[in-house]
């Protein structure tokens, strides 16, 4: 079944509310693309897939959800076109299965490092940087976007500008989730939730 909070009409602003979830999480910085941000990338779905495998080992049946992240810098004006994009600061996600406990991620983590040490040593030197991470956002707007990633600008103004209009306070990190893989897709059909958390002004 498609997570509700996903699905929407290209453009669209919704208010939703996000439940708290845990999330394989990892931090880093620069451009994304770059060698950093790939192994970081290699780390969470090395855990992500390791995790789906003993879930259904155990009768579990939770499928590998999108890569999320979260996005900020100490000079928000680097994210505007021709940026020092190696000044991003980012939070990489994937949702964690419910039925996993700290202990289990030990056990993957350990797994997924003595599996790649030889064929891929950078992911092996990121999995460290994984953690469990709890995160609750709660009253958000957001937009499904389609389209190249560098063309998002105008609609997150357009976030930006309802969040105003409704009378309410950004109060989070600019969150988007990535539904298509950009390896396999044109850039023009590409997919991503943007989302923004939100609250009442005071």
């Avoid at 350990?110 to 790649?116: H, M, P, S, W």
Wanted: aromatic share 8%.
């Amino acid at each position: 079944m498609k997570d509700p909070l996903l699905n929407g009409k290209a453009g669209r602003i919704d208010r939703v509310e996000v439940p708290a979830m845990r999330f394989f999480a990892i931090e880093g910085q620069g451009e994304p693309g770059g060698a950093g941000y790939a192994a970081a990338v290699g780390a969470l779905y090395a855990l992500a897939y390791g995790a789906r495998f003993a879930g259904k080992a155990q009768g579990h049946d939770e499928k590998v959800g999108p890569l999320e992240g979260l996005w900020w810098a100490d000079d928000m004006s680097v994210f505007r076109a021709g940026g020092d994009r190696e000044s991003w600061r980012w939070r990489m996600m994937i949702r964690a299965p419910q039925w996993l406990d700290p202990d289990g991620v030990e056990a993957l983590r350990e797994t997924a490092i003595a599996k790649r040490r030889k064929d891929k040593p950078e992911v092996a030197e990121a999995l460290p940087g994984v953690q469990l991470w709890p995160y609750a956002e709660g009253l958000c707007l957001q937009a499904l976007h389609v389209g190249p990633y560098a063309d998002e600008g105008p609609l997150i103004a357009r976030l930006h500008a309802e969040a105003s209009a409704q009378g309410l306070a950004l109060t989070g990190l600019h969150h988007e989730i990535y539904l298509s893989d950009p390896g396999r897709t044109a850039p023009e059909k590409l997919r991503t939730i943007l989302r923004q958390p939100v609250a009442a002004e005071a």
